[in-house]
């Protein structure tokens, strides 16, 4: 069993930055990828970016590369959101996820375990 919790959201105005952590419960994290997903009122929710368990391999929707980084730190169980140039559509809940895996995956019903989720609002 993983347990994952998401932290760093807030409001922000566009063109700014933020960086959201998820930090996951047990031992195995360095075995598992991990994926953002988020999810804007009204919409369904939609992948943003995922890596693979030793970090070398990562995939970002169109909508956000060069924009957003996803990186990792199996040293503190942790998955990191770099979020720069934001844009007011970029506004919704961010949620991380997780797998056992070698490589990355995109797709919400590819993950086994997510956390609550956190907010982030990006102002006009």
């Known amino acids: 069993q993983v347990q994952l919790v998401e932290s760093g959201g807030g409001l922000v105005q566009a063109g700014g930055s933020l960086r959201l952590s998820c930090t996951a419960s047990g031992r195995t994290f360095s075995t598992y990828a991990m994926g953002w997903f988020r999810q804007a009122p009204g919409k369904e929710r939609e992948f943003v970016a995922a890596i693979s368990w030793s970090g070398g391999w990562t995939y970002y929707a169109d909508s956000v590369k060069g924009r957003l980084t996803i990186s990792r730190d199996n040293a503190k169980n942790t998955v990191y959101l770099q979020m720069s140039s934001l844009k007011p559509e970029d506004t919704a809940v961010y949620y991380c996820?997780?797998?056992?895996?070698?490589?990355?995956?995109?797709?919400?019903?590819?993950?086994?375990?997510w956390g609550q989720g956190t907010q982030v609002t990006v102002s006009s």
């Open positions: 996820a997780a797998r056992c895996g070698s490589i990355y995956y995109t797709r919400g019903y590819e993950y086994e375990y």
